[in-house]
């Protein structure tokens, strides 16, 4: 069994010269290593479990977007694509414009803490927070308050998100895209995808496409697994279908390396101007929850 480290701020591997890139570095008893990255949002860095890497890390690493960059700059196993705007870059009649993946992503963290507590499972964890503030539209303002939690004694990871829109006569809603980022463990021959009981020949086969359907069910779990280098990795994602609805896949073998997401999302793949269709500028205040709990597992092929 691992010793759990205390957190640490360090540069992220792979980092670009020049960027001031800064993570916290958490670790447990079982092996799971995680990287938050509070200058984009508190996402999630790596991940890795006894060493084998889990995420997708881009030619641009895990820093904030710079001009540009965002299409590659998606680094680390969890970028958040929200709140006020998901998918495609758009500019509306009235002149906002809303870049690729929205605006949350590029805004650091607030009021960050770490802690040794209880985790929503009653068992011992560190527990990250923060809150994050998006003024691009200051008429339309979010606030993520972001919990995550890494038992001290599983592999596992627990994200909780509690989005609070204040509107000023905005026609503004609330959506959520969150990109789970797989890199080379995940990609070549041999991954398996499996949605609950279904096996999902097709999306291990994904070439490069993009492609959202319907959760089939309350509450959907789809597992990744690829034995490769004499071990066999998995990760395994549950989303909520109250709140997140739809499950995309993409696939971009023309990036280095290979990046191949699977995204819980809130709104199905129409543009913006269709998913706001009859909605009326309004004053007040809404919320959402959004949650995703990820489980990891690395096992030698030899293993009984």
């Known amino acids: 069994m691992s010793e759990a480290r205390d957190p640490a701020v360090r540069r992220p591997a792979g980092d670009l010269p020049g960027r001031h890139t800064e993570v916290l570095d958490l670790s447990n008893r079982t092996g799971l290593r995680v990287e938050l990255v509070p200058e984009r949002c508190?996402?999630?860095?790596?991940?890795?479990?006894?060493?084998?890497?889990?995420?997708?890390?881009?030619?641009?690493g895990i820093g904030p977007a710079g001009a540009g960059e965002m299409e590659t700059a998606l680094g680390g196993l969890l970028c958040t694509c929200g709140f006020d705007h998901i998918r495609q870059p758009w500019s509306g009649p009235d002149g906002r414009a809303y870049p690729l993946h929205g605006n949350m992503a590029l805004r650091p963290a607030k009021s960050v803490t770490l802690e040794t507590g209880t985790g929503l499972d009653g068992a011992p964890a560190l527990i990250g927070t923060a809150e994050v503030l998006d003024r691009s539209d200051e008429r339309a303002v979010y606030r993520l308050e972001r919990r995550i939690e890494m038992p001290l004694h599983a592999n596992r990871l627990r994200l909780r998100d509690r989005v609070t829109l204040t509107s000023e006569g905005r026609a503004a809603a609330i959506f959520a895209l969150y990109h789970i980022n797989l890199g080379s463990t995940f990609v070549g021959p041999g991954l398996t995808v499996t949605q609950g009981e279904r096996r999902r020949d097709d999306i291990g086969a994904l070439p490069g496409a993009t492609f959202?359907?319907?959760?089939?069910?309350?509450?959907?779990?789809?597992?990744?697994?690829?034995?490769?280098a004499g071990q066999t990795a998995r990760l395994t994602l549950t989303q909520s279908r109250d709140q997140l609805p739809f499950i995309q896949f993409h696939r971009n073998p023309v990036l280095r390396p290979d990046l191949f997401c699977i995204e819980p999302v809130s709104h199905d793949r129409l543009p913006r101007e269709t998913l706001l269709a009859g909605l009326m500028p309004w004053s007040g205040q809404i919320q959402r929850d959004f949650s995703l709990d990820i489980e990891f597992s690395v096992t030698p092929d030899d293993a009984e």
Do not use: K
């Open 212 to 228: 959202v359907e319907p959760l089939p069910g309350e509450s959907a779990t789809i597992s990744l697994c690829r034995a490769a």
């Open 42 to 60: 508190l996402d999630l860095g790596q991940v890795t479990l006894h060493g084998v890497p889990f995420g997708w890390i881009g030619t641009n």
